[in-house]
C-alpha cells in the first residue's frame, strides 16, 4: 500500500478544494436568492402568478370536482357534502342527548330529595299541671 501523503500532520484530501469552492458558490446564491424573494417587486409579482394560476385552474377544478361526484354516486359511495350532512345530523343528536342528560339528572336530584328520609320534628311534650 502507498503511503498516505500528509501536509501538516493532516491527510491529503485533492477534493477539499472543489469542496471549498461549492460551499462558496451556494452560499452566494442562497445570499442572492433571499435578497430577490425578500422584495416588494417579487411579492407582487408572485401574487399575479397565483392570482393567473388560480383562475385559470378553476374550471378544471369544478370539472373534476363534478366528475368525482358523478363517479362516487354511480359507486354509491358518500360524497364530503354527504358526509358533512351526516357529521352536522350526529353532532346535534349528541347535543339533544347531553340535554337529556342534564334534565334527566335534575329530575333525580329532586326525586333523591324528596325520598331522603326526613328526621321527624321534635314532639314538643307540655306539662300538664298538678303532674309530677
Known amino acids: 500500500m502507498a503511503d498516505k501523503q500528509t501536509t501538516n500532520g493532516k491527510e ?22 433571499v435578497d430577490a424573494v425578500n422584495t416588494d417587486a417579487y411579492a407582487k409579482a408572485t401574487g399575479m402568478m397565483l392570482d393567473a394560476y388560480l383562475s385559470v385552474s378553476s374550471p378544471f377544478r369544478q370539472a373534476v ?5 358523478q363517479t362516487l354516486e354511480q359507486l ?14 350526529v353532532t346535534n343528536i349528541e347535543m339533544k342527548l347531553d340535554d337529556m342528560d342534564a334534565k334527566l339528572d335534575r329530575i333525580e336530584n ?12 321534635p314532639v314538643k311534650r ?3 299541671k298538678g303532674a309530677k
Open 65 to 69: 370536482e363534478k366528475a368525482m361526484l
Open 126 to 128: 307540655s306539662k300538664k
Open 12 to 33: 491529503y484530501d485533492p477534493t477539499a478544494a472543489f469542496r471549498d469552492m461549492r460551499d462558496s458558490y451556494l452560499n452566494a446564491w442562497a445570499k442572492t436568492m
Open 110 to 121: 329532586v326525586l333523591n330529595s324528596d325520598a331522603r328520609p326526613r328526621k321527624p320534628a
Open 76 to 89: 354509491s359511495m358518500p360524497s364530503r357534502a354527504d358526509v358533512v350532512a351526516l357529521a352536522d345530523r
